[in-house]
């Protein structure tokens, strides 16, 4: 089974904790944060790039990731193996 196979059945997995009565609401939500995300970064990252280059947006991003893997590593649940309707 493939990646994208994989990613996708999680992907639609979750929908299936929201009750039927609030899917589209809470879809429809999903979709309003990520197209918001998307727009800010895009937006912030331009800035970034126009005043001080290249590099120094690449730096910023890597700094951000830096910092969010331990928080990562330490604060998300492993789910490997664990039934989806298990995790809280």
Same mark, same amino acid.
Do not use: D
């Given at each position: 089974m493939s990646a994208e196979?994989?990613?996708s059945k999680f992907i639609r997995s979750k929908t299936y904790f929201i009750p039927t009565e609030?899917?589209?609401t809470g879809n429809g939500l999903k979709? @309003?944060?990520a197209a918001i995300g998307i727009t800010?970064? @895009?937006l912030l990252s331009s /800035?970034? /790039?126009l005043f001080y280059g290249l590099v120094v947006a690449f730096v910023f991003y890597s700094l951000i990731i830096l910092i969010d @893997?331990?928080?990562i590593y330490f604060y998300i649940k492993e789910t490997k193996g664990i039934d989806l309707s298990e995790v809280q």
């Open positions: 196979k994989n990613e609030a899917r589209g979709s @309003l944060i800010s970064g @895009l /800035i970034i /790039i @893997l331990p928080l």
